[in-house]
């Protein structure tokens, strides 16, 4: 599939980016410095297929989209620049509005791990994996983490399908994920998130803020992104909702993100002497009522 040359991305950043905004000769050292053969092929998992919407598409203009060494190594990159006001508050944002205490983080779609590092670094005594479909932005997630000393682990895995046991983790997050996966996909990927949460867990999802893509249409036509204009027109709230969880809100973050979360309910069976009754309730004692809410702009 040909890389498209009539987005916004193509005609005007990318010359913007290659000629002023990043030093090709540190992007070829980088690119050089890793072995990405042996590398990927490391953390390969021989036993994942990708999804068709994954491989048969191109991402950001990069053909073949994510399964390339060219992704990781522009990604960090461009994406400081991509996300305003800047990239270090929009990525902040998510981890202020974290409410729970976490024992277990899993961050899907984790990339190069941007979104990842903070998390263990706002909860040290956590245990943090990563995962994503791509085993080359894996290659430099792991790197940053090392370089940083933070104990991470990722894995090469389908965040619709991860493989991991329900009720495992307390916190999911996923940072830039949703508006790359046609909405069934990311249907699917919310339900996983239940089930992979234990009762009072939180899902918590940074992303592009659906109400203002809908209304500035430019701002979907920025990258090459295939489906972003169908995750403009749904919605976190309600995959978030049908998918079972409770206390359901989307934040507006700096207008063109948005922040949603919402807490898996405690389903509680008491029995009375005529009938027996369910009750949703909270999990209240690992709820962080500290846990800062910055006013969007
Ligand atoms: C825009 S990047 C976001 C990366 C990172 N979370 C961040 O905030 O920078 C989207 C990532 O999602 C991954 N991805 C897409 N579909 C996925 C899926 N079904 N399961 C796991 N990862 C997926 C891609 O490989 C890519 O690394």
Known sequence: M?????????????PLFENVLVDP??????????????????????????????HSQNFHGIKG???????????????????????????????????????????LGCGTGSTTLRLKQAFPEAEVIGVDLSPYMLVVAELKAK???????????????TGFPDASFDLVSASLLFHETPPDVAQTITQESFRLLQAGGEMIVLDGNQQTLR????????????????????????W?????????Q?????????????????????STSTR???????????IDSSAGRPAPA
């Open 2 to 14: 040909s890389v498209r040359q009539d987005t916004i991305f193509q005609q005007f950043l990318v």
């Open 25 to 54: 000769e540190a992007l070829k050292q980088f690119k050089h410095s890793i072995n990405w053969e042996e590398e990927s092929t490391r953390l390969t998992n021989p036993r994942l297929t990708y999804p068709d919407y994954y």
């Open 65 to 107: 989209g994510y399964l390339n060494s060219e992704a990781p190594v522009s990604y960090d990159p461009i994406t400081q620049y991509v996300l305003p006001p800047a990239e270090p508050i929009v990525r902040q944002g998510l981890i202020d509005r974290i409410r729970v205490k976490p024992r277990r983080i899993l961050d």
């Open 147 to 161: 370089k940083a000393g933070l104990k991470i682990q990722f894995h090469h895995a389908n965040a619709e399908e």
């Open 215 to 238: 209304q500035t249409e430019w701002l979907t036509e920025i990258f090459e992104e295939p489906y972003i204009k169908a995750y403009a027109a749904a919605s976190l709230n309600a």
């Open 240 to 248: 978030m909702t049908q998918a079972g969880f409770a206390q359901v």
């Open 250 to 270: 989307t934040d507006d973050w700096w207008w063109v993100h948005q922040i949603s979360q919402g807490i898996k309910p405690i389903v509680k069976n008491t």
């Open 276 to 286: 027996s009754q369910t009750q949703v309730s909270y999990n209240k004692p690992e």
